[in-house]
């Protein structure tokens, strides 16, 4: 089995490596892309350095267009750019992420314990179905799952083991180095058959045996539960009126350059420009390339890092993510520092992460941060406790989104397809802008 470092870069650097050494068989990703095999050499397996913003969706699919024609790699760029859809259509709706952590609570502590007895046996690859115990234990064991593995493991756990799809998203969550609030949640969502209302995702021995390498598939136990005429859609029940539209717009949060006079410009906040004071730059795991963004020109006295152990332990995180994650900060701390010349601090206390803004903000006598706004999820949902904690000392945070974000994300009001049009025009067009590798929508 492959280690979690040789199957996930952790650093930019090895993030690019592993895209310059795929961009030669990128026009083959579409064909190949479905197989299982081992290594996952057909695919980037880059999404956890995608997810935390090593690299970002827009330089990928830049470099992508740059180097091979449209046609040809077509459908790498729409699968790069699902992820950002999902994330914009989570942040239109984010009661669906409300919602599912309630039931994941609930479901812990309310329901029967023989269920929860054999969610835990399914989850330590203890189900029965040799190729799906596999699965299970690939991902305990490395934080990684093909796409297609997950979908075959999602539909087994809902359709064929008949357990609550909350749990299962849980258990991806906890475990996977990519996970992300909106890709996992409204995939598990998908798969249940609650995103797309009456299309449901079941596993069928067929298709695992038309994609799945034979080795996957060596010892064929329980494989006749998932046989054709066998599997059939569980209904799963409705989240509640909530979940249906129609969905307001997303509301603006502004980039840089219009967040505040000067910060995005050269010199401003921290710099001696247009604005006064002292600022810091809180660097968090949802963008770890802040000085490629429109922050390069920020002037911070200090830029920060927060391990939040608290939360980590609240979610239940893996010992891999974990690792993965302190090494992804580790990496972006050094990066940020470099480029904007000041101090680089890593924290790691027994702190909550906004009693730790506040801490250092004062030793610092910072009169705030700026930071990249999080998206919905749990660094999101502590956004109201740091602005809480720093306005007690009559300090801010001064929140920033990138141009990418802002232009797709109110995209994703309705379903992929009509999303992807979109930007497919708009990219095999090369209506890119070529300084900013930023994808435009009108």
């Given amino acids: ?12 650097d090895a993030a690019l490596a592993r895209w310059r050494a795929f961009l030669p068989r990128a026009s083959r990703y579409g064909a190949l892309r479905n197989r299982v095999v081992s290594g996952h050499p057909d695919v980037t397996r880059l999404s956890a350095a995608v997810r935390a913003r090593l690299v970002t969706t827009e330089e990928l699919v830049g470099s992508l267009l740059e180097t091979h024609r449209f046609e040809a790699v077509e459908k790498l760029a729409q699968e790069l750019v699902w992820r950002d859809y ?7 709706r984010p009661e669906v992420w409300t919602a599912y952590r309630a039931e994941v609570d609930h479901l812990r502590q309310r329901a029967d314990p023989a269920v929860l007895e054999r969610a835990e046996a399914v989850m330590a690859g203890r189900g029965g179905i040799a190729v799906m115990d596999r699965f299970a234990r690939e991902l ?3 934080g990684y799952l093909h796409n297609h593995a997950r979908m075959w ?13 909350a749990l299962g998203a849980d258990f991806f969550y906890r475990h996977l180095l990519d996970a992300d609030p909106a890709s996992n949640t409204l995939g598990w969502r998908w798969v249940a058959g609650l ?33 054709d005429s066998v599997v059939a859609a569980v209904p799963v029940p409705d989240d509640g009126p909530a979940l249906r539209g129609p969905w307001e717009s997303l509301p603006e949060h502004p980039d840089a350059s219009r967040l505040e006079p000067g910060l995005g410009g050269l010199g401003g906040v921290g710099g001696g420009g247009g604005r006064s004071g002292r600022w810091g730059l809180w660097l968090h795991g ?72 506040a ?62 049009e979109k930007a497919r025009r708009r990219l095999s067009a090369g209506a890119r802008d070529p300084r900013q590798s930023e994808l435009s929508f009108g």
């Fill in 140 to 142: 305990i064991e490395t």
């Fill in 286 to 357: 949802e963008d770890l390339s802040v000085e490629r963004s429109a922050l390069a020109g920020f002037h911070p006295e200090v830029v920060l890092s927060v391990f939040d152990a608290r939360r980590v332990a609240a979610f239940g995180m893996a010992a891999p993510r974990v690792a993965y994650l302190k090494t992804a900060l580790a990496d972006g701390l050094a990066r940020a520092g470099r480029h904007f010349t000041c101090p680089a601090e890593a924290c790691e206390t027994g702190e909550t992460l906004a009693e730790a803004l």
């Fill in 86 to 92: 999902w994330k914009g259509w989570l942040e239109l």
């Fill in 359 to 420: 801490r250092v903000a004062r030793e610092r006598r910072l009169d705030g941060w700026v930071a990249m706004r999080p998206s919905v999820g749990p660094l999101g949902e502590a956004i109201p406790a740091i602005e809480a904690a720093l306005a007690r000392d009559g300090r801010r945070v001064l929140w920033c989104r990138r141009r990418w974000d802002e232009q797709t994300w109110p995209q994703a009001s309705a379903g992929f397809f009509g999303f992807w």
């Fill in 1 to 12: 089995m492959n280690s979690p470092e040789a199957l996930y870069p952790a650093t930019r």
């Fill in 195 to 227: 995103q797309t209302r009456g299309k449901a995702y079941l596993p069928r021995r067929s298709n695992l045996e038309k994609h799945c390498a034979p080795e996957w598939l060596a010892d064929p136990t329980g494989l006749e539960r998932l046989d």
């Fill in 153 to 165: 493991w999602a539909g087994y756990w809902i359709h064929v083991e008949r357990l609550p799809w």
